[in-house]
């Protein structure tokens, strides 16, 4: 059982560096209450936002944002299994990182096979002039 509580203040008096935050118009929080086999925990979050004071247009933002992220993250960890990769010296990570980012929008812009992302990349492991094809080349 999760209950989420939105809060969210236009009063940034307090807030020292407001004019270095440009269209900073609000902020917010969001308190979590996590209750799993009886044992509860509470995680807070917090935001900085551009919205005006409208604390269900706030939630709405905050769901759509961690609703994309999430979705954007499990393509990263379950079809390029990004948490499983050890590359730790030099620029690897980085380049890694980079190609990853890459490759989900070279699939999804493929429109001829009629797959998901995880089904393009085998057909792309298995057939030379498909990989090209996605490619560009």
Excluded at 61 to 81: L, S
């Amino acid at each position: 059982m999760e209950t989420r509580r939105y809060y969210q203040s236009a009063h940034l008096a307090w807030f020292a560096d407001v004019e270095k935050w440009e269209g900073l118009h609000s902020v917010g929080l969001v308190e979590s209450i996590r209750e799993i086999g009886g044992e509860k925990t509470t995680e807070r979050r917090y935001y900085l936002s551009s919205l005006p004071l409208d604390v269900q247009l706030f939630a709405r933002a905050v769901r759509g944002h961690w609703g994309v992220e999430n979705k954007a993250h499990w393509i990263m960890d379950v079809c390029f299994r990004e948490d499983q990769s050890r590359a730790r010296t030099g620029y690897a990570a980085e380049n890694l990182a980079t190609l990853r980012r890459l490759a989900p929008n070279l699939l999804k812009r493929e429109k001829t096979k009629k797959r998901g992302v995880k089904g393009k990349q085998l057909n792309a492991s298995w057939n030379h002039a498909y990989l090209l094809q996605l490619l560009g080349i």
